[in-house]
């Protein structure tokens, strides 16, 4: 029974990017082990959530109501949460070329018209990166998804 939690668990670590959670409450996990075709109550151990929270989380407020946000990005977003993607820092201030680094992608984060990718980098950043200066391997930021390459 808990290697099976575990594999839930592992499963929601490379799920597609279009169940991402963007609260706390998991909606992006929960349709996805839902989808695969686990029961409310194996969900809801799985992700550490109440069974009525689970519930909640597959009605009209919950990842149907997520998902709208991310939709209008899907296909300019890579595909699966822990995809190894390519991030284009543009030139800016004193720069004269854009710089390159790898990471992983975390989570999709719609803002309004635009989005985002929540990234946790696979390399240290030698160069600026705008708001978070000369980031460090394994530091999680969010860039614009135009800087994405998939």
Not at 80 to 86: C, R
Not at 119 to 134: C, H, M, Q, R, T
Request: aromatic share 8%.
């Amino acid at each position: 029974m808990q290697e099976d939690i575990e594999h839930m668990r592992q499963l929601c670590k490379t799920r597609p990017l279009r169940y991402s959670d963007l609260d706390y409450l998991k909606k992006g996990s929960t349709a996805f082990l839902h989808e695969e075709g686990y029961s409310n109550v194996r969900i809801a151990e799985a992700l550490d959530l109440d069974e009525r929270d689970v519930e909640n989380n597959l009605k009209g407020t919950g990842f149907a109501f997520d998902y709208k946000k991310i939709a209008p990005f899907e296909d300019r977003v890579p595909s699966n949460i822990g995809d190894t993607v390519v991030i284009r820092v543009p030139s800016w201030g004193n720069e004269t070329q854009d710089h390159r680094t790898k990471a992983t992608v975390l989570q999709c984060v719609p803002r309004g018209n635009s989005c985002g990718l929540s990234v946790s980098l696979l390399e240290d950043a030698n160069f600026e990166i705008p708001l978070y200066g000369k980031a460090r391997k394994g530091s999680e930021i969010v860039v614009p998804v135009d800087w994405v390459s998939k």
